[in-house]
């Protein structure tokens, strides 16, 4: 279902395509690299769009009603770096380069070894010649399978550890969505990787409402007292709805409010939390550099709290073996 916009934005990225980046790959003699460069290109200036829609949209509602006020905003810039680098940088294009080629692989070598990805609408005939209810079922399946992982990556210390980073800004504002560790994001690609292997996942069928779905993400994180109302709430998830996931008392393995884009799984799996509160953001455990630190600060920081976190868990699982052991020894 491609749209005038989506034209516009394949004919941008063809220009840029001819002008800047095929001439790089010539000069270099990268020819291998050719037929996916559009490709590269096309989810940039997506990225750039979607960056600058959100901008837009939620700059104006973080100023008008902050839940609060900021002396210094100088905590948000690593979380800028972080957005610029998942959406439009670096990110999308190491996931081409890497995960394309490993999920053409494992595709191949799952065919050559009789298994067929099966596609959504196969597996439920009814779905077969209503492409927008379809994609809704996808949307809907892989938020559920979000949902099961960021469940986990609060269920395991040293995965925890990883993902305290997301929950260590305690100016959390729209900007905050794609603030991860990158060995969280791996395991989030890997997760991905599964899903769309086991129910397959079309090719970038309706990017407009897959951009729709992020901006209701990076929306949730903004610092703006909103809410969708009773029923708004319980369809989309709300920037109040987030925020509890992301307040001092959630942050940790015992949490709340998981879900991403749609809040019934929380209500299905009973970790709902629908109460009217705005609670501060952060997580009093996370060490320091992992809350103001720069970027590669950050990163470091997560690295060795998970792997001081997965420490305590073998000493501790030791000394409950030990307790348990009878006396007579
Ligand atoms: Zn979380
Ligand atoms: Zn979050």
């Known amino acids: 279902m491609f749209t005038p916009l989506d ?40 990225g750039v769009f979607a960056l600058l829609v959100t901008y837009a949209i939620c700059w104006p ?38 995960f394309y080629q490993v999920q053409v692989w494992v595709n191949g070598f799952v065919v050559d070894h009789g298994y067929i990805p099966p596609m959504l609408e196969t597996l439920i005939p009814p779905l077969l010649g209503h492409p927008v209810l379809t994609f809704l079922a996808y949307a809907l399946i892989l938020d559920c399978s979000d949902y099961w992982r960021h469940r986990l990556s609060h269920s395991f210390r040293g995965w925890y550890a990883l993902h305290a980073l997301h929950h260590a800004q305690r100016q ?27 129910i397959g996942i079309p090719p970038l069928q309706f990017p407009l409402l897959l951009m729709f779905m992020r901006f209701v993400e990076s929306l949730s994180h903004a610092n703006v007292r909103l809410s969708f109302g009773w029923l708004g709430d319980r369809l989309l998830v709300s920037p109040r709805f987030h925020r509890i996931h992301h307040g001092l008392l959630a942050a940790g393995r015992v949490s709340c409010n998981y879900g991403a884009v749609f809040p019934i799984w929380d209500m299905i799996f009973g970790t709902a939390d629908f109460s009217d509160a705005w609670p ?35 000493a501790k699982r030791k000394a409950a073996r030990r307790q348990a052991r009878p006396l007579s020894s």
């Open 280 to 314: 501060a953001t952060g997580d009093r455990n996370a060490p320091e550099a992992m809350v103001s630190g720069g970027y590669l600060a950050q990163q470091w920081g997560g690295l060795t709290h998970a792997w001081g976190q997965m420490r305590a868990g073998h």
């Open 7 to 46: 034209r516009i934005f394949s004919i941008i990225a063809g220009w840029i395509d001819q002008n800047a980046i095929l001439p790089i790959l010539y000069h270099f003699g990268w020819m291998e690299w050719e037929e996916l460069s559009f490709d590269w290109m096309l989810i940039c200036v997506y």
């Open 172 to 198: 959390m504002s729209f900007w905050s969505d794609d603030r991860n560790h990158l060995l969280d994001d791996l395991i989030g690609a890997l997760w991905f990787g599964v899903v769309a292997l086991a």
């Open 61 to 98: 509602l973080e100023a008008l009603r902050p839940i609060e006020r900021w002396s210094s905003r100088k905590a948000v810039l690593p979380d800028i770096f972080y957005t610029v680098l998942a959406r439009v940088g670096v990110l999308p294009i190491v996931s081409f380069l890497v």
